[in-house]
């Protein structure tokens, strides 16, 4: 089994859709998770950290659920430069300092006019 | 501030030839990560630098890859003899150390071993 289990798509939605992406995690002492967005040949970037309450920027919205172990992100009103890869990513934090991230293979978002 | 640096950014060689990847941190970033992703498969970890040291080299895949990072300040990492399978795209990260601070990721190199 994966360590970072994802969806891996495409995901084709019009633009101005809502689309949500789950993930799912195998280690429960898992610390700290993550969304990173890839554009095509580019390098991975920080979309937003997740945290157990939930977290909103803007137009995305992220929740984590401990007991299953459980990562979502949710895009509202998508736009044609939303399309791209979403990185489910995840943090042992064994060392107690910066991270050492164990990723998934990344769910593919086209949005189309 | 610059971003991380990596070069270069595409490489060709044939199999048992040798190459050296180069990375350059985030100016004060201590922490330097290197990561790759093979062809369809997810983004893995390498290695862990805090300053010039190995902190974590767990993800090193066998004996034909030496990372260094001489001085705490850019990294290098060869690959001797390339095999087939040594193909990908290696990513170079780097942070600022403080726990879960965000990593900032390089443009990677895309190495073809032919």
């Known amino acids: 089994r994966k360590e970072v289990e994802q969806d891996p798509g495409p995901f084709n939605v019009p633009e101005g859709a809502t689309v949500a992406f789950n993930c799912t995690y195998s280690n429960s002492a898992s610390q700290s998770f993550f969304w990173y967005r890839q554009d095509c040949r580019k390098e991975p970037k920080l979309l937003m950290s997740?945290?157990?309450s939930g977290n909103e920027d803007g137009r995305f919205t992220a929740q984590l659920n401990r007991a299953s172990q459980y990562i979502s992100l949710l895009i509202r009103d998508s736009k044609l430069s939303d399309s791209a890869t979403y990185l489910c990513?995840?943090?042992?934090?064994?060392?107690?300092?910066?991270?050492?991230?164990?990723f998934g293979t990344g769910t593919r978002l086209q949005v189309t006019l | 501030e610059a971003g991380v640096t990596q070069f270069p950014s595409h490489s060709v060689i044939e199999k048992g030839q040798t190459v050296t990847l180069r990375c350059d941190p985030i100016s004060g970033h201590d922490n330097l990560y290197w990561y790759r992703r093979v062809m369809g498969k997810e983004i893995k970890f390498l290695l862990h630098f805090v300053k010039e040291s190995k902190q974590d080299e767990s993800g090193m895949p066998n004996n034909r890859f030496l990372a260094e990072r001489t001085g705490g300040t850019y990294s290098t990492l060869k690959v001797q003899p390339a095999e087939l399978e040594d193909s990908g795209v290696y990513f170079c990260a780097s942070s600022r150390g403080l726990y879960n601070s965000p990593l900032h990721f390089g443009n990677g190199t895309r190495l073809t071993v032919t």
């Open positions: 997740v945290y157990s």
């Open positions: 990513v995840v943090n042992l934090g064994l060392t107690g300092t910066a991270s050492k991230l164990t």
